[in-house]
């Protein structure tokens, strides 16, 4: 059974930061492509960012572009999103995913995780 369970979300202050953990297994993960989508309030869900781990490739979507940056640790089977000088904007359910991969289309993903709340204050 794949799955892929997220943590580390949290309410925070504006201009704060929050690491994001993607525990992942029932896969290959060292072979799979791990991304992170969010939805906001009132806003399209977007991709936030994308690992291709076979070859190392990263992708960043625009809006969070500068202030998050995506890892992994195949050892531990997880992946991460560390997200920083947050902002009320960025308040959203955060997804991670998996996919053969990278895709900027959130909904091209074969495999999610249930998602962890993210609230940024004013």
């Known amino acids: 059974e794949v799955q892929l369970v997220e943590s580390g979300g949290d309410s925070v202050q504006t201009g704060e930061s929050l690491t994001l953990s993607c525990a992942a297994s029932g896969f290959a993960f060292d072979g799979y492509a791990i991304g992170w989508s969010r939805q906001a309030p009132g806003k399209e869900r977007e991709v936030v960012s994308c690992i291709s781990l076979p070859d190392g490739a990263i992708f960043y979507g625009d809006s969070m572009r500068g202030r998050v940056t995506i890892s992994n640790d195949d050892a531990k089977h997880t992946a991460y999103l560390r997200m920083n000088n947050l902002k009320p904007e960025d308040t959203a359910v955060y997804y991670c995913?998996?996919?053969?991969?990278?895709?900027?289309?959130?909904?091209?993903?074969?495999?999610w995780g249930q998602g962890t709340q993210v609230i940024v204050s004013a």
């Open positions: 995913m998996a996919n053969i991969w990278c895709d900027m289309r959130s909904e091209t993903f074969r495999y």
